[in-house]
């Protein structure tokens, strides 16, 4: 007893020291693992100078083929209550996005415009807020829910459907706040949209043209915040708490309940952690939601039924220590939510169409460390599939770019499209991919970091080339 102490004691001390580097775009930590694209002043082509003006015809969208794919990701619209309450993560953001997406629509240059994940979102709703606004909890109470947010955000879905007017192909890829908008959901508000799908919740899409191009929301390796179609049923829990047998909500959706009703702006993260697989999965879990929990500072009793659901056959009210395992003398003591999480991790992966499987710390790392996710391109594409060289990432909310080699000793570009709430470090940016067909049969493939500016101009963050034989 007093051993396992001792041993837990040395995990909290570590991973507690650990939490305060996590979720820095540009820290020495991305360096270690990436040569940035913005560095490589060779390969910086003129036009995409910084100034650019998305107005005329000296902008950045330039491209004489009309191929440029353009892809933005973690909007997180949310309901009228979100912007009227002023718990909603967009909403500063709206008109400089409605500008942009209006230049989409006007620009010759643009081929396509890729939406990867958390356009709608319906996880940033206060724990006392019932989630679905009284519409029910079912997926036609969703669906009413997912109307309502697009009637809260006009500009954004008219600057959508203009892009589509204007003859440009649109496609959608599901994040994990929107993993519950059903295609259908997608296709009535946007009729003719493509969208990209394969397991619940999640999706992976590779432009017409441009296979070796891989774009996705990236949740699919968070151990928080991927599809979780395992637990709170029998025979995974001692009960049903959700009367959906599909249920995929992860315990994600939770930590950003809590998060909205504490004036939590921007993702609630379970910290950096940092270990080994040697020790139990379970302390693993606890201690990420001990770093969630010190980082919100939740001012609410935690063992108060406060926590309201309706989403997701979900209709019960829980208290926050309902989700956190406890510490006892005796181990850990699992939470009626979500207990023995970490057991169905491996099955979870495999439902989730996880290429290359990877440990419990992993899945954790990969939503702390931003760094973390963004080597899940090289992890799940680029060190497996030789055919794949280029990988569009959201989820973490920070925008940048690095390169690769893969086991071809090929050179490999990965990037992330950002974000545009309105306190994302940086806002407002986006990714373009611009591939340009050579005489030879050869496609030389810019691909650039921008964020869209107040002064309604592209500044450039990063860029990178690689050249790909097809």
């Given at each position: 007893?007093?051993?396992?102490?001792?041993?837990?004691?040395?995990?909290?001390?570590?991973?507690?020291?650990?939490?305060?580097?996590?979720?820095?775009?540009?820290?020495?930590?991305?360096?270690?693992?990436?040569?940035?694209?913005?560095?490589?002043?060779?390969?910086?082509?003129?036009?995409?100078?910084?100034?650019?003006?998305?107005?005329?015809?000296?902008?950045?969208?330039?491209?004489?083929?009309?191929?440029?794919?353009?892809?933005?990701?973690?909007?997180?619209?949310?309901?009228?209550?979100?912007?009227?309450?002023?718990?909603?993560?967009?909403?500063?953001?709206?008109?400089?996005?409605?500008?942009?997406?209006?230049?989409?629509?006007?620009?010759?240059?643009v081929k396509e415009v890729v939406i990867g994940g958390d356009f709608f979102d319906e996880w940033v709703i206060p724990m006392d807020h019932d989630t679905l606004n009284g519409f029910?909890?079912?997926?036609?109470?969703?669906?009413?829910f997912v109307d309502s947010v697009a009637a809260a955000n006009p500009t954004i879905i008219s600057g959508i459907k203009a892009i589509m007017s204007a003859g440009k192909k649109v496609?959608?890829?599901?994040?994990?706040?929107?993993?519950?908008?059903?295609?259908?959901?997608?296709?009535?508000?946007?009729?003719?949209?493509?969208?990209?799908?394969?397991?619940?919740?999640?999706?992976?899409?590779?432009?017409?043209?441009?296979?070796?191009?891989?774009?996705?929301?990236?949740?699919?390796?968070?151990?928080?915040?991927?599809?979780?179609?395992?637990?709170?049923?029998?025979?995974?829990?001692?009960?049903?708490?959700?009367?959906?047998?599909?249920?995929?909500?992860?315990?994600?959706?939770?930590?950003?309940?809590?998060?909205?009703?504490?004036?939590?702006?921007?993702?609630?993260?379970?910290?950096?952690?940092?270990?080994?697989?040697?020790?139990?999965?379970?302390?693993?879990?606890?201690?990420?939601?001990?770093?969630?929990?010190?980082?919100?500072?939740?001012?609410?009793?935690?063992?108060?039924?406060?926590?309201?659901?309706?989403?997701?056959?979900?209709?019960?009210?829980?208290?926050?220590?309902?989700?956190?395992?406890?510490?006892?003398?005796?181990?850990?003591?699992?939470?009626?939510?979500?207990?023995?999480?970490?057991?169905?991790?491996?099955?979870?992966?495999?439902?989730?169409?996880?290429?290359?499987?990877?440990?419990?710390?992993?899945?954790?790392?990969?939503?702390?460390?931003?760094?973390?996710?963004?080597?899940?391109?090289?992890?799940?594409?680029?060190?497996?599939?030789?055919?794949?060289?280029?990988?569009?990432?959201?989820?973490?909310?920070?925008?940048?770019?690095?390169?690769?080699?893969?086991?071809?000793?090929?050179?490999?570009?990965?990037?992330?499209?950002?974000?545009?709430?309105?306190?994302?470090?940086?806002?407002?940016?986006?990714?373009?991919?611009?591939?340009?067909?050579?005489?030879?049969?050869?496609?030389?493939?810019?691909?650039?970091?921008?964020?869209?500016?107040?002064?309604?101009?592209?500044?450039?963050?990063?860029?990178?080339?690689?050249?790909?034989?097809?």
């Amino acid at each position: 007893m007093k051993k396992s102490c001792i041993i837990l004691c040395i995990i909290v001390l570590s991973l507690t020291l650990l939490s305060g580097c996590s979720n820095s775009g540009n820290s020495a930590g991305d360096t270690a693992y990436y040569s940035s694209g913005a560095s490589t002043a060779d390969l910086l082509h003129p036009e995409y100078a910084t100034t650019d003006v998305l107005t005329d015809e000296s902008y950045g969208l330039t491209d004489p083929q009309g191929n440029l794919v353009v892809v933005l990701s973690d909007i997180h619209m949310g309901d009228q209550r979100a912007i009227d309450e002023g718990y909603g993560w967009f909403r500063a953001n709206e008109p400089l996005l409605a500008g942009f997406l209006a230049s989409l629509a006007a620009s010759p240059a643009v081929k396509e415009v890729v939406i990867g994940g958390d356009f709608f979102d319906e996880w940033v709703i206060p724990m006392d807020h019932d989630t679905l606004n009284g519409f029910g909890s079912d997926q036609q109470a969703e669906s009413k829910f997912v109307d309502s947010v697009a009637a809260a955000n006009p500009t954004i879905i008219s600057g959508i459907k203009a892009i589509m007017s204007a003859g440009k192909k649109v496609t959608y890829v599901p994040g994990n706040h929107d993993m519950l908008v059903t295609s259908d959901d997608i296709s009535r508000i946007f009729p003719g949209i493509n969208q990209s799908r394969d397991a619940a919740g999640l999706g992976t899409y590779s432009p017409g043209g441009l296979p070796e191009v891989l774009i996705e929301h990236s949740h699919r390796y968070d151990f928080f915040n991927a599809p979780d179609m395992y637990s709170n049923r029998i025979p995974y829990s001692k009960e049903n708490y959700t009367n959906n047998s599909s249920a995929i909500i992860p315990p994600g959706f939770f930590v950003s309940k809590i998060a909205a009703s504490n004036n939590f702006q921007t993702p609630a993260i379970p910290g950096s952690l940092g270990a080994t697989d040697s020790l139990i999965g379970p302390f693993f879990y606890w201690t990420a939601w001990k770093l969630i929990l010190s980082q919100v500072n939740p001012s609410q009793d935690y063992n108060a039924k406060i926590i309201k659901t309706g989403i997701d056959g979900y209709t019960g009210v829980y208290s926050i220590n309902d989700l956190v395992p406890q510490v006892t003398l005796s181990g850990i003591q699992q939470p009626t939510l979500y207990a023995y999480i970490e057991d169905n991790w491996k099955n979870r992966q495999t439902q989730n169409q996880v290429n290359s499987l990877i440990s419990v710390v992993s899945g954790l790392l990969v939503g702390s460390l931003s760094v973390w996710c963004d080597l899940q391109s090289n992890t799940q594409y680029f060190s497996r599939d030789t055919s794949k060289r280029i990988v569009v990432f959201g989820h973490t909310h920070k925008a940048t770019m690095g390169s690769r080699l893969n086991s071809d000793s090929q050179k490999c570009i990965y990037a992330n499209s950002g974000t545009w709430i309105d306190k994302g470090d940086p806002a407002c940016t986006f990714v373009i991919i611009d591939p340009d067909l050579k005489i030879d049969g050869s496609v030389n493939e810019t691909v650039t970091v921008y964020q869209y500016t107040a002064s309604q101009t592209m500044k450039q963050l990063y860029q990178d080339s690689i050249t790909v034989r097809k």
